[in-house]
């Protein structure tokens, strides 16, 4: 079992910058890759990023592309989400969540243990 607690949420304006991370502790050697996901009001939860454990192989949804940034400090056991450019549209909870198979996925069927969320507000 891994848990995982999110922070760095909060409000900010079109064009801002956030810095959201991911904190685990627990049986972190088991799992694959952490992932990132969102899920805005009336809104089924979306795929944000993740990264592989083994190669920091990245992967992220084509409406952050370019804009989001995920990395991971293994010494902190912390994954973190760099949000820059940050627009409405990318308010939501945002959820860290870990994969204990090998491989990545990009729903959230493919993770097993969730954090609580933290939540992201972008006004135009």
């Known amino acids: 079992q891994v848990q995982l607690v999110e922070s760095g949420g909060g409000s900010v304006q079109a064009g801002g910058s956030l810095r959201l991370s991911c904190a685990a502790s627990g049986r972190t050697f088991s799992h694959y890759a952490v992932g990132w996901f969102r899920q805005a009001p009336g809104k089924e939860r979306e795929f944000v990023a993740t990264?592989?454990?083994?190669?920091?192989?990245?992967y992220y949804a084509d409406s952050v592309k370019g804009r989001f940034t995920i990395s991971r400090d293994d010494a902190k056991n912390t994954v973190y989400l760099r949000m820059n450019s940050l627009k409405p549209e990318d308010t939501a909870v945002y959820y860290c969540?870990?994969?204990?198979?090998?491989?990545?996925?990009?729903?959230?069927?493919?993770?097993?243990?969730w954090g609580q969320g933290t939540q992201v507000t972008v006004s135009l």
């Open positions: 990264i592989r454990r083994s190669d920091s192989d990245t």
């Open positions: 969540a870990a994969r204990p198979w090998p491989g990545v996925a990009l729903t959230p069927s493919g993770y097993a243990d």
